[in-house]
């Protein structure tokens, strides 16, 4: 069942003001924090979904900058965040998954970092 996120809650009603594509993770930026996905993420949109190895993927990533953050949620199994046009970004916390030691991190602009492992 589906929880609130609350480390996340800095990141409701605002903005995705960039996206950087780094080595081998994706930084999502917003003016409250940045979340650094070390396990990439996957979109939904309009039925679909797209993963790195879609063509498309980065271009349906990048599409949510300038989009509000209407929702986070999250489960054992996966980070969501919902975006004001109704496309989701999912991140898996499933060890399996993982690219390194963390599937996420997250920095509150001048506060606190939480790390998901």
């Not at 940045?34 to 980065?58: H, M």
Request: glycine share 6%; net charge negative; with cysteine.
């Amino acid at each position: 069942m589906p929880t609130q996120t609350a480390f996340l809650d800095p990141i409701l009603g605002h903005q995705l003001i960039a996206i950087i594509f780094v080595e081998d993770y994706v930084q999502l930026q917003f003016i409250s924090g940045t979340l650094n996905a070390y396990t990439l993420p996957k979109v939904f949109e309009s039925e679909e979904v797209f993963t790195e190895a879609d063509q498309g993927w980065r271009d349906k990533l990048c599409a949510r900058i300038g989009q509000i953050v209407s929702g986070v949620m999250s489960t054992e199994r996966e980070l969501s965040m919902e975006f004001n046009d109704g496309a989701i970004i999912t991140i898996s916390l499933i060890e399996k998954d993982y690219r390194g030691p963390e599937a996420i991190q997250f920095t509150v602009e001048g506060s606190s970092t939480i790390v998901v492992s």
